[in-house]
């Protein structure tokens, strides 16, 4: 199976005066589950992020995972065990460092789905990267939407690792890692480095780190898919600054015309609304929860005034910051 992204509800935040930067908010990571999921696979995953925060025990925890499913609820494994889950059509006040799409029966009834497909293609543009395992790739293809398509293809990278060890020892039987582990393991490399990815893959399987380390590089890096990852990652990386599209540009090593267009057909977003929507989802964050005044967030989230952050609010959500933060407080205390 193979998997890609999580959710959570709770963020950290640095001291009174510091910018706030994603860095210092636990990844978002939510693992898209339907009725008759691989149990195993999934706790995989989760498992592989559980490693990772426990190896940054000495830092604020580098992942928040939350369970999601189309209604929320109960969802039973292929095994019959049950877990919790949140909905998938739930309030979204930011996006997700990456989501995971789960197979399993389920999944294949899940792509005639058109109030959910709808949901994915709706929520791309706030996800830095989705992968599907198994049988929810046919959900992904179903949604059809370029951001959706990002992420080496683990299957293929298996094969090639299978290859060259068969090349090697003809005569030794090549056990070829899970996929949701080598997906998950990308995404800790991705964010983290080789070294804390190797930990997690020598924690959760002794041994293992010489047939899984060739599977995680993907030769991703140097394409144009490559670069743009890497462009949008320093977009939310580096919101709290005052950074152009020119500077992001210089990042992915492009001209400016390639850019812009790759940028645009990779994320459904020109650069400078990406970095609008990840300025203002910084600011919805903080609103909801800090009790910061509205000019040191606009501050924090890369906005000069707090005057320009609510003609911002007012004409993207129809409201002021100030009625946000009471509408959202109202909310959580219902």
Known sequence: MYIDRVVCRQAAFQPRGAHLKFGHVAKRIGILVFEGFPLGDVTLLADVFRLANDACADTLPAYSVVMLSEPGGNVASGCGLRI????LHGPLRSGFDTLFI?????????????RLVARLQMLAPKV???????????????????????????ANSAQRLRRALEARNAGASVVTPSEALVAALKVVKRNHGVALAQRVSEDSMPGSWERLGPMLDDGEADSANGKINSAAHWLRENYHQPISVADAA?????????????????????????????????????????????????????????????????RRLSISPSGYRAVNRRASTE
Not at 84 to 87: D, Y
Request: glycine residues 10%; proline residues 6%.
């Open 84 to 87: 919790w889950s949140e909905s």
């Open 102 to 114: 789960a197979g399993g029966p389920g999944a294949m009834q899940a792509r005639d789905n058109p």
């Open 128 to 154: 830095r990267i989705i992968r599907a395992l198994g049988e929810g790739r046919a959900v992904l293809a179903a949604a059809d939407v370029p951001f959706l398509r990002t992420g080496g293809n683990t």
């Open 250 to 314: 210089r990042v992915a090593q492009m001209s400016m015309r390639n850019f812009l267009r790759h940028f645009k057909t990779h994320t459904g977003l020109t650069p400078s609304e990406y970095l609008l929507r990840t300025r203002l989802d910084a600011s919805c964050l903080l609103l909801a929860q800090t009790n910061l005044p509205i000019d040191e967030i606009a501050q924090r989230c890369g906005v000069p005034r707090g005057e320009r952050l609510a003609r911002i609010f007012r």
